[in-house]
């Protein structure tokens, strides 16, 4: 089974994972959804969100955009990241589940803080 966490803003994809008002979770398996649900996110500081879903079991986290820092802290707890995905959730979840999912450019253009992960 994979879990998958849409950084979302409503119905859409966030720009940022970290200032997005919800993460959309997607257990998945053989391509077919098992269960959804939405979480709030529960806070932006450094390190807090990769361990927070790591907990959850999420494998794999998508966004519009994301620091090299906090790429490399979900790496850290064997999450994977995907960047540069813009659209409605259902949109980037679809493409999830066929396989079709690839990022983009990074649409986070800012530096510094924030990036920590």
Not at 32 to 59: C, D, F, M, Q, W
Request: aromatic share 4%; charged share 15%; with cysteine.
């Amino acid at each position: 089974m994979e879990k998958l966490a849409v950084a979302a803003d409503g119905d859409v994809v966030s720009a940022h994972f970290g200032h997005c008002s919800q993460y959309v979770l997607v257990e998945a398996e053989g391509g077919k959804v098992l269960k959804r649900t939405t979480i709030s996110n529960p806070g932006h500081e450094p390190g807090k969100l990769p361990r927070y879903l790591a907990e959850l079991g999420v494998t794999c986290v998508v966004a519009g955009g994301m620091g090299p820092r906090a790429q490399q802290n979900f790496a850290a707890h064997g999450i994977s990241t995907v960047v540069g995905i813009t659209g409605t959730v259902e949109q980037a979840v679809q493409a999830w589940l066929s396989g079709e999912l690839s990022g983009g450019d990074n649409t986070c253009g800012r530096t510094g803080h924030g990036h920590a992960g």
